[in-house]
């Protein structure tokens, strides 16, 4: 769209030029270097004329080589103009492609009024093209055409002055001004020769501009060999999806570049620029697959800030993955190759490219250099995908490689080196080894119970500290609960006063001789309230007893002989409330046997299993003490788990359980650290080495 601005009215300034007319003379530096063809044509001007002539012809220049951009080049080129001649107005046209004569600036009455209107636009427009097909200047009065075979005339009062510019002969825009009808010709000439001379400046400009423009074309077309190279040099598909993401954010200058491979069900994450790895479980990038597949079903590019409304099918985990990354700008390309035909009809999505700005919105530059940088990377996916579904594929490169690395060495190396690979694998394979499994655990006494508390309560009284031995029954904690002594007293005073009550009515009973009516009646009523306050004493005495067995059960006992293990229980405990089922203290009796508490890894239960169902089930273990390290005891199993518990420290594991004699044990602390050893039996000393890795590979070709 055309920019518009108010210029004033043309003013005296005018009268510059109106000398033009009156004298004449041959003076070849009033344009200087702008434009050396104009001689013996040029007006008479006075000195001070032509100082300004050449300082405004000089700011021109000086603003074409600062280079600038050019919506602003053009304004600032046509405001100086029409400021300097006081012009009604301006306007800059350009040729993009053929054909195609575009308005880039319009100030003045050329922006507004009837000037700007569809038919004065209209006339404007073919007279600039006449002009520029030509390349010839013209200046068209109101009601002349601007040439004979042009039948349409100036629909305007305003004097119109059309000169072209060119670009290494090449027909490259049209610089139009407005002004004051009535000119003389001599006027309209020096206006034109004038605007030829600032034509030269706009040409000199399109030509560094256009200059700028190939070196950085050059540039890129670089860089993008560059990464076609890189891309092409691998054909496994995950490094190549590496590379696309590495190379790609070098090229396209944005924060983060992804690379999603299509699947059955969707489109599946390969790659992250900057990283080596990432967890496939990711919130992050499993609301990225979700998007792309959404995205990448309509086969076209997804920008987001976008242009228009989006269809409701992404517009939702769009959202979602704005709210997750906290991006501000997005793009998702289709990585499409065409068939074996060429159709681009039958072109087929082999993936999806992924670019992400944190700090600003995908703006055109980086959408016109994505293009290029989408359709190298879909041949080297495609290629990828291709040869990674060829039937040992895989396998075929690496013997490739390795019958290319066969021709350039000498076979006697390589037999040697075969020689010993054959030495090294009949060793692994027959020589008998002890095969274990490892196990970590803890040493504990067999006779250990932790002691809870029975109901919400405060801790009142610590009977038992640390280190203290207890018997059986051993009372060790009392605690305090201020709700249930409220209640106890409070059905103690209500007893009491039925109990008092109970005695005067009883009293009054026996003083009452029943001789009249009226006795015999209160006689009466002191037996139904007697047999009242005997149900009402019965009652509070039951719910006396209960909150005394309530209040002794508050009372905390120790279920065995044994010793206090909680550390520090004076201060842990010191008047401290305590809900119903918290652990309180831990008491173990360290005199009596102990025992091996040891986590058997998941993966390991196999090798466990066997060995178990080979002999009676007690294996022996070899186990190290973390307080004493140098010294290997022994134990022998005696229960497995059923089932597996999840250990924050080990992950997945099977508890079990092994018995020893306590008499070796130096030193007894109870929760001692153990690394264990489980003896399974003897393997080949290769499994023994690798069955780690023996396991994962047969893991890989089964799933």
Partial sequence: MAQTVDVPAINCRSAVLENAEKHYFKRSTILRDVHPEVRTSAPLMDDATLQEIDRLLDGLASLAKQRPDRGIFYRSFVD?????????????????????????????????????????????????????????????????????????PNPTNELFLYVPWAVDDLAAGVLEMAARAGASPGLQDGYLRFLEAACEIMADYERRALLGELRRFHHHGARLDEFSRRIHASLDLEPVAYAIANEGLRILGCDRVSVLVRRRRGYQALAFSGAESFSRRSNTVRLLERLATAALAAGEPLWYPADGNL???????????????????????????????????????????????????????????????????????????????????????????????????????????????AALVAVLAWTPADFSVEARGELQPLAIRDLFAPDDGVAAELLAPTGTRVAANQVVLVLRKPSLELELKRVWGELQTARKRLAAVESE??????????????????????????????????????????????????????????????????????????????????????????????????????????????????????????????????????RTEVSELDGAVVLATAALDAGEIPERVPGATVVARIHCGTRSLGYVWLHDLIDAVRTWILF
């Fill in 80 to 152: 100086r103009v029409v400021a300097w001649v006081h012009f009604s107005g301006g306007a800059l046209w350009r040729r993009r492609d053929p054909g195609d004569l575009h308005l880039e600036v319009a100030l003045g009455c050329c922006a507004q009024g009837e000037i700007a209107g569809s038919q004065a636009a209209a006339w404007r427009q073919a007279c600039a093209a006449w002009v520029l097909d030509r390349q010839t200047a013209r200046a068209v009065g109101p009601g002349s055409a601007v040439a004979p075979e042009q039948p349409s």
């Fill in 311 to 421: 269809a409701p099918q992404i517009e939702s985990p769009l959202e979602d993955y704005l709210d997750e990354s906290h991006v501000r700008g997005l793009g998702i390309l289709p990585l499409c190759v065409e068939d074996a035909d060429g159709s681009p009809a039958e072109r087929k999505i082999v993936g999806g490219l992924v670019v992400e700005r944190f700090f600003g919105p995908a703006d055109e530059g980086l959408r016109a250099a994505c293009a290029p940088v989408a359709a190298h990377s879909a041949l080297a996916i495609h290629n990828a995908l291709a040869v990674e579904r060829l039937p040992f594929g895989r396998l075929q490169r690496r013997l490739g490689a390795a019958a290319a690395a066969w021709r350039g060495r000498r076979l006697a190396g390589w037999a040697a080196g075969v020689a010993a690979v």
């Fill in 509 to 642: 009973q026996l003083l009452n001789r029943r001789e009249d009516e009226a006795q015999r009646k209160r006689y009466t009523e002191l037996t139904a309230q007697q047999e009242e306050l005997r149900a009402l004493v019965a009652s509070l005495q039951a719910q006396h007893e209960i909150l005394k067995r309530q209040e002794s059960e508050l009372q905390v006992r120790s279920p065995i002989a044994g010793e206090v293990l909680t550390w520090d229980a004076e201060q842990l405990l010191a008047a401290r409330p305590v809900a119903r089922g918290q652990a309180l203290l831990t008491v173990a009796d360290l005199s009596g046997p102990w025992r091996l508490e040891l986590r058997v890894p998941e993966r390991r239960m196999r090798h466990l299993a066997e060995a178990r169902a080979r002999g009676d089930g007690r294996l022996d273990v070899s186990f190290a003490l973390a307080t004493n390290p140098g010294r290997v005891l022994r134990a022998r199993l005696d229960r497995v788990g059923e």
